[in-house]
């Protein structure tokens, strides 16, 4: 049993941190509650161009691209319902400091428009642009969703030639705004701390993930089922990778507020933007559920890791050459001997569409045995 002596005097002198949630009802077309290269992460995910779900909330005040879907122009309508969310992806441009990331989950889409089957590639539209408005691309990654109709069978069933592929993966676009971010000397206690385990990077930096699609926390109705939630998992995954505790992150496209979430449990600050006024209970509702989350996912983390240090010693015969000194448990690399997770003390809502958080450091998870998988 490793000592928990120096991880408790440790933690006991670090401040607490506290970020703040803003929730704003309106289009990220302008987002004018945000100054200029004040955001450090934007994860997101926009409306789908050509998936029929969409279409109305495309068509709304868009003639011509009403006239284009209706006249059976799939190409135009495609292009014009880009050109909308390329406002969107120019904003982010304006609100990201330099070297800040910005993570777009998309799908593309197959249809028939007219006469014509084929396929819309949403996440090579919005590459172009990206890359068009000064953002670097990076390694994307595939999210492979198990859908519930393996065997829908599209085209010439199995008569060659004519029959087309099931597509049932998305994307998650990479970007960043110009180079690498410059971090200061400030930066870097907060930077250590912020550190995942070599495990988990292994596992999120792989460029193919395939856990499920969205938990749905709440039950079906109207506004639920137009929102398309991502799971938490994603945005946990992306905030982790590309933020640092007390980061600022953005979600231009909120929906039920899943970012809003993972960033209050990861100690992040955090702005949604979200068009339907409709989708607020659904928001706070997710809000609420970043305490049970919190405490879920950092008993998990350390658990897991310890877990991991376990066998990995039993399979080497040897110890892992570096400790942690927040919890005392070994670890691979000296990267993440200052690794702390945050749990949350207090969740707040000071006004409507306005939360404030107090994260303290988590302690050492203490009963290693009863350690259940991550729910996604
Ligand atoms: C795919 S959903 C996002 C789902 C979200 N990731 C979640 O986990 O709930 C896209 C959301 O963007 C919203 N939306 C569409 N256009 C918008 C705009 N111009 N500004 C803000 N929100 C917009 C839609 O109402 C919808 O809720």
């Avoid at 990206?130 to 595939?142: E, N, R, S």
């Avoid at 079906?220 to 991502?230: E, I």
């Avoid at 929906?255 to 659904?282: C, H, M, Q, W």
């Avoid at 994260?359 to 050492?364: M, S």
Wanted: aromatic share 10%.
């Amino acid at each position: 049993m490793q000592s928990h002596t120096h991880a408790q005097s440790h933690t006991e002198i670090q401040k607490p941190l506290h970020t703040q949630h803003l929730i704003e009802f309106g289009s990220s077309m302008s987002m004018s509650v945000l100054d200029a290269e004040t955001v450090d992460l934007v994860v997101t995910s926009p409306p789908y161009p050509m998936i029929e779900m969409w279409d109305n909330a495309f068509r709304a005040g868009n003639e011509q691209l009403a006239e284009a879907l209706d006249a059976g122009e799939g190409q135009t309508a495609f292009e014009l319902m880009h050109q909308e969310l390329d406002k969107v992806w120019a904003e982010c441009a304006r609100v990201l400091r330099p070297g800040a990331f910005l993570c777009i989950n998309i799908g593309d889409a197959t249809r028939t428009v007219g006469k014509n089957f084929r396929l819309y590639s949403n996440h090579a539209r919005i590459t172009s642009s990206c890359v068009a408005l000064g953002f670097q691309a990076l390694p994307l990654i595939l999210w492979r969703k198990q859908t519930n109709a393996p065997n829908k069978f599209m085209g010439s069933g199995m008569l060659p030639a004519g029959a087309y592929i099931t597509l049932e993966h998305e994307y998650i676009l990479v970007f960043r705004k110009g180079g690498k971010r410059a971090f200061g000397p400030e930066d870097a206690v907060r930077r250590r701390h912020s550190a995942f385990f070599w495990e988990e990077r292994n596992q999120w930096f792989s460029d193919i993930w395939d856990f499920k699609g969205a938990r749905q926390l709440l039950t079906a109705n109207d506004a639920r089922s137009r929102s398309a939630a991502y799971p938490f998992e994603l945005a946990n995954r992306i905030i982790n990778m590309y933020s640092l505790q007390g980061d600022t992150v953005l979600d231009p496209f909120l929906g039920t507020g899943t970012t809003t979430a993972a960033a209050i449990v990861n100690a992040r600050n955090s702005v949604g933007y979200e068009l339907l006024k409709d989708l607020e209970p659904f928001i706070h509702e997710s809000v609420q559920a970043a305490h049970k989350q919190c405490r879920q996912l950092v008993r998990n983390r350390l658990r897991a890791h310890e877990q991991f240090v376990a066998e990995i010693e039993q399979r080497r015969e040897k110890p892992l050459g570096h400790t942690n000194t927040n919890y005392g448990f070994r670890v691979m690399t000296t990267q993440e001997t200052e690794l702390q997770l945050l749990e949350l003390e207090e969740l707040q809502q000071e006004a409507a569409g306005r939360y404030r958080a107090v994260h303290k450091p988590a302690p050492r998870a203490d009963d290693v045995n009863s350690f259940e998988p991550e729910s996604v």
